[in-house]
């Protein structure tokens, strides 16, 4: 429909598809993102065509304000009540704060996020104002990347809404690559994998650590195949139809360094704490010892931006810590400059840096602090490292298939992605004989239950 339409008409088109894809959730939540957009739309326009600094100031930190009051409302505000009525609880029995009964919104954090950068923009001068408030409501809502990302810059997707864009065989080939590998991601590899999680997870207090540790594991492989299979199949859907998207996703389990993985996973996001809050609070201008600080913030609000909740924080909390042991400690320790062989030095760099990730992850996963403390607890003092003979089910399937799943993927996914990029034609051989294989696998043993992305959930 989108080719067949003129396209000064085409606009309207998505814009349309847009807002019946956020309507399919919770219909009237759509109003709260209409409400984000008119302010922010407004804003643009007034620190453009004002002439004052100060006002061009105020209209920037209003824009930004209401927008996050919005994003507390809905994320926020009923995790802070509690921890208050918690901590008043000990002084003032009987006096307390009621919580709001308030779902959240689908992908709440992520187009906040995408209007925030507009208005920023606008204000720096590197953005002109958008006048028209169906392309503006466009960008914010364009369905692709609405709920889930990638957290996209004004300057790389409004003008890509006023260009014409001709049917490209090559471009639609590639895209519909994109979406049938980000889809065997999804269904194949994490939904299935996230049965074994939720049953090793849900019962961590009968497990020995082989188990615990294979399920930590299983969760970072599905939630990177959870994650970056949207991320494929959003980058897919829109290279369809011809628009560009940036990659936000990058193998980010060979990094050699937290630095490095901060630079491969959620690149959109990551790219989005350095321009508007890293680089604004000082960046690394004044110091290593601030350069630490500032970095330790981006964390700290990193980890809250993924959930209402305290495990979240800690989280956020342990990259940080691994981000300031890597910048304190000597490059020739931290590197094994010691070790000769090149090879080896850069295996074992990666396996300390996933196994620190994947600590980290079960922060992520766990429901509760203490639920996670008590998970890793476990997995410390239940030394046995063996599978239980008798034991049959999910779990035993876990380690001798799915476990073998997850390697292969890790090993395939640059060179699925590389032959992606690189055969343009649908019909060679090789192309029909791999997505094929992939079409028979996501049908035959994809999990067509109901799992939602991850992602969703911020």
Same mark, same amino acid.
């Given at each position: 429909?989108?080719?067949?339409?003129?396209? +000064?008409?085409?606009?309207?088109?998505?814009?349309?598809?847009?807002?019946?894809?956020?309507?399919?959730?919770?219909?009237?939540? %759509?109003?709260?993102?209409?409400?984000?957009?008119?302010?922010?739309?407004?804003?643009?326009?007034?620190?453009?065509? @004002?002439?004052?600094? &100060?006002?061009?100031?105020?209209?920037?930190?209003?824009?930004?304000?209401?927008?996050?009051?919005?994003? #507390?409302?809905?994320?926020?505000?009923?995790?802070?009540?509690?921890?208050? =009525?918690?901590?008043?609880?000990?002084?003032?029995?009987?006096? *307390?704060?009621?919580?709001?009964?308030?779902?959240?919104?689908?992908?709440?954090?992520?187009?906040?996020? +995408? !209007?925030? !950068?507009?208005?920023?923009?606008?204000?720096?001068?590197?953005?002109?104002?958008?006048?028209?408030?169906?392309?503006?409501?466009?960008?914010?809502?364009?369905?692709?990347? %609405?709920?889930?990302?990638?957290?996209? $810059?004004? +300057?790389?997707?409004?003008?890509?809404? /006023?260009?014409?864009?001709?049917?490209?065989?090559?471009?639609?080939?590639?895209?519909? $690559?994109?979406?049938?590998?980000?889809?065997? *991601? &999804?269904?194949?590899?994490?939904?299935?994998?996230?049965?074994?999680?939720?049953?090793?997870?849900?019962?961590?207090?009968?497990?020995?650590?082989?188990?615990?540790?294979?399920?930590?594991?299983?969760? @970072?492989?599905?939630? /990177?195949?959870?994650?970056?299979? /949207?991320?494929?199949?959003?980058?897919?859907?829109?290279?369809?139809?011809?628009?560009?998207?940036?990659?936000?996703?990058?193998?980010?389990?060979?990094?050699?360094?937290?630095?490095?993985?901060?630079? $491969?996973?959620?690149?959109?996001?990551?790219?989005?704490?350095?321009?508007?809050?890293?680089?604004?609070?000082?960046?690394?201008?004044?110091?290593?010892?601030?350069?630490?600080?500032?970095?330790?913030?981006?964390?700290?609000?990193?980890?809250?931006?993924?959930?209402?909740?305290?495990?979240?924080?800690?989280?956020?909390?342990?990259?940080?810590?691994?981000?300031?042991?890597?910048?304190?400690?000597? &490059?020739?320790?931290?590197? #094994?400059?010691?070790?000769?062989?090149?090879?080896?030095?850069?295996?074992?760099?990666?396996?300390?840096?996933? =196994?620190?990730?994947?600590?980290?992850?079960?922060?992520?996963?766990?429901?509760?602090?203490?639920?996670?403390?008590?998970?890793?607890?476990?997995?410390?003092?239940?030394?046995?490292?063996?599978?239980?003979?008798?034991?049959?089910?999910?779990?035993?399937?876990?380690?001798?298939?799915?476990?073998?799943?997850?390697?292969?993927?890790?090993?395939?996914?640059?060179?699925?992605?590389?032959?992606?990029?690189?055969?343009?034609?649908? #019909?060679?051989? &090789?192309?029909?004989?791999?997505?094929?294989?992939?079409?028979?696998?996501?049908?035959?043993?994809?999990?067509?239950?109901?799992?939602?992305?991850?992602? #969703?959930?911020?």
């Amino acid at each position: 429909m989108y080719f067949l339409l003129p396209h +000064q008409f085409r606009w309207i088109w998505l814009l349309g598809a847009s807002v019946y894809f956020y309507s399919y959730f919770i219909p009237y939540y %759509l109003f709260i993102l209409i409400l984000a957009i008119v302010i922010d739309y407004g804003a643009g326009i007034l620190i453009e065509n @004002s002439n004052n600094k &100060k006002h061009k100031k105020y209209y920037l930190i209003a824009s930004i304000l209401s927008t996050i009051l919005l994003l #507390f409302i809905f994320k926020y505000y009923n995790f802070a009540v509690a921890n208050i =009525n918690h901590l008043t609880g000990y002084v003032q029995n009987g006096w *307390k704060i009621d919580l709001l009964a308030l779902a959240l919104p689908v992908g709440l954090s992520f187009h906040t996020f +995408q !209007s925030l !950068s507009y208005v920023i923009e606008v204000y720096r001068g590197k953005q002109k104002a958008e006048r028209h408030f169906g392309i503006y409501s466009l960008y914010v809502m364009f369905y692709p990347q %609405l709920v889930a990302g990638p957290i996209e $810059r004004p +300057q790389n997707m409004l003008h890509q809404f /006023y260009e014409k864009h001709n049917f490209d065989p090559k471009q639609f080939t590639m895209g519909l $690559r994109l979406i049938v590998w980000g889809l065997f *991601k &999804k269904v194949v590899i994490a939904d299935n994998i996230n049965v074994i999680t939720n049953s090793i997870f849900d019962n961590y207090g009968q497990l020995n650590s082989l188990y615990l540790y294979f399920g930590a594991l299983l969760f @970072s492989i599905q939630i /990177y195949c959870d994650f970056s299979g /949207y991320s494929d199949m959003a980058l897919g859907s829109a290279k369809c139809m011809g628009f560009k998207l940036m990659e936000n996703f990058n193998l980010p389990y060979i990094s050699q360094s937290i630095k490095e993985f901060w630079s $491969r996973w959620h690149i959109s996001l990551s790219t989005w704490f350095k321009d508007y809050v890293y680089l604004p609070l000082g960046g690394n201008r004044d110091g290593k010892k601030k350069m630490v600080l500032n970095q330790v913030y981006v964390f700290l609000i990193s980890g809250i931006w993924h959930g209402a909740n305290w495990t979240f924080l800690i989280w956020g909390a342990l990259h940080a810590l691994y981000n300031t042991v890597g910048n304190l400690l000597p &490059k020739r320790i931290l590197n #094994f400059e010691f070790i000769k062989n090149d090879f080896l030095r850069k295996k074992l760099n990666q396996f300390i840096v996933f =196994n620190l990730v994947l600590f980290a992850w079960i922060f992520f996963r766990a429901a509760t602090v203490t639920g996670a403390f008590d998970y890793i607890s476990n997995m410390f003092v239940r030394y046995n490292f063996v599978i239980d003979p008798s034991d049959s089910g999910i779990r035993k399937i876990s380690f001798y298939a799915l476990i073998g799943l997850a390697i292969f993927f890790l090993m395939f996914d640059r060179n699925v992605h590389q032959f992606i990029r690189k055969e343009n034609n649908l #019909f060679q051989l &090789k192309s029909v004989a791999l997505f094929s294989v992939l079409v028979a696998l996501v049908i035959t043993i994809g999990f067509w239950g109901k799992v939602q992305f991850i992602y #969703f959930q911020f």
